[in-house]
């Protein structure tokens, strides 16, 4: 029989009143430290919560000074059909579409509709370039920084929002479009009514 000084009887005696402070400190490490995670995931997830613009939403305002020289909000086109194009010359798609959309704004220009084009083209001179060669006369403006864009929640070029007089998005066109297709126009002016 083990007598309670003896050493087998006394080291766990004592061990368990000496862990249980440190077993109590290595908890609350743990629970800070799943809450500082929770908190930052929360922190995290609150910041990517990026807000993507769709068909029957209320466009946002922008603010643009274009190659005219005159500054550009999505108000100025109060009783017609805005045609936000958002593109960049170093895209296929977007030199695809290019000649349907200056079309297209000469079809539609007179009964209401304006094209409006915005590059994300970092390069003023690969943006001239474009312009020259494919010779848009629509009103365009460049936005390097992607403002724009971005508050519209647009990642993929080209995107084109079509805009009625109250502002509201009545389409939206991710990727290029045939802008002549004679079921695309019908459909356009319906909203020019």
């Given at each position: 029989?083990?007598?309670?000084?003896?050493?087998?009887?006394?080291?766990?005696?004592?061990?368990?009143?000496?862990?249980a402070p440190g077993r109590s400190?290595?908890?609350?490490?743990?629970?800070?430290?799943?809450?500082?995670?929770g908190a930052l995931v929360w922190v995290v997830a609150g910041t990517m919560d990026v807000h993507v613009t769709n068909a029957g939403d209320q466009a946002p305002d922008f603010k643009i000074v274009g190659d005219?020289?005159?500054?550009?909000?999505?108000?100025?086109?109060?009783g017609k059909l805005l045609v936000l194009n958002f593109w960049a010359s170093w895209c296929a798609p977007c030199?695809?579409?290019?000649?349907?959309?200056e079309a297209f704004q000469h079809m539609l220009g007179p009964q209401g509709v304006v094209v409006l084009g915005v590059s994300i083209d970092t390069s003023q001179k690969r943006y001239e370039q474009?312009?020259?060669?494919?010779r848009?006369?629509?009103?365009?403006?460049?936005?390097?920084?992607?403002?724009i864009?971005?508050?519209?929640?647009?990642?993929?070029?080209?995107e084109t929002y079509l805009i009625d007089s109250t502002g509201k998005v009545r389409e939206k066109i991710i990727s290029n479009q045939n802008w002549v297709d004679p079921q695309f126009l019908d459909r356009v002016k319906t909203m020019l009514r």
């Open positions: 029989m083990k007598s309670k000084d003896s050493p087998a009887a006394g080291p766990s005696a004592g061990q368990g009143s000496a862990q400190i290595d908890r609350l490490l743990a629970a800070a430290i799943v809450l500082l995670a005219d020289g005159r500054t550009y909000t999505r108000s100025d086109f109060g030199v695809q579409e290019v000649p349907s959309l474009f312009l020259r060669r494919f848009v006369d629509f009103p365009t403006a460049r936005d390097p920084e992607a403002n864009s971005s508050n519209y929640g647009t990642f993929q070029i080209p």
